[in-house]
């Protein structure tokens, strides 16, 4: 774990619609060089948290801290520290490519130093050939592409992605978990939400585990096997599994057998 302080804090967060609580007083910090896991169950809230976190959907309770700014309060501030890439991505489809491009680092004030390193995002995800295209005429795949080069464009300072790697082809997802790792390397502070639990084992951190809008657990590797009870050499689908199971270690049911794991 990073010893950079918390580029990203959570502080009691909570979402209801009516009588659905999706997020239940969820607090975890994510450090400047690190990488965060977001797992669950389908339904455990990452997506909520996600848009809490982004400033998509407004919290029913606890506070957010963006750099230090309170996303509540400073929200431009913290804004502009962020990038959001959604599980479905909707880019703007009357503009090109490079138009959507120049766009975003005009809307973060990132002009300078702009077309070398637009060039080098479009280069990195395949989308040369496309720069004059009209956004509406690009495959889904492409769009993706398109979205996540605007993420890392303006140099952003907390990246979240909801599901990036769904739909790429395997060479733009290599390039998405190298840019990934680049940006924690750089000290960004990284929050991946994934189903793809071979891919968070190897690219994240330390991971975040949610089941029914609640935090199950937190921790490495290493700590997650530790609090399911599960040998050395287990994997993190193995770990994972067993804290989601009902009525397993991680269950809100049974929370005489819960130690929600967090390092700091």
Known sequence: MSDAPALLTVQGLSKRYRKFTALSDLSFAVTGGEIVGLLGPNGAGKTTALRC?????????????????????????AKRLLAFVPEQPNPYEMLTVWEHLKFV???????DGFEER?????????????????????SKGMRQKLTIACAFLHRARVLLFDEPLIGLDPKGARELRERIRDARDEGAAVLVSTHMLDTAQKLCDRIL??????????????????????????????????LTAEGGAGDPAAPAAVGTINPR
């Open 105 to 111: 680092a005009l809307a973060y004030n990132t002009m």
């Open 209 to 242: 585990i949610l089941r029914q809008g609640h935090k199950l657990a937190e921790g490495t590797l290493q700590q997650l096997q530790d609090h399911a009870h599960a040998s050395g050499d287990a994997t993190l689908e193995d770990v994972f599994l067993t």
């Open 118 to 138: 637009a060039g080098e995002l479009l280069a990195r995800f395949d989308l040369t050939p496309k720069r004059n295209e009209l956004v509406g005429a690009l």
């Open 53 to 77: 976190i982004s400033g998509v959907v407004r919290p029913s309770a606890g506070r957010i801290l963006v750099g230090g700014y309170d996303l509540g309060g400073q929200e431009r501030e």
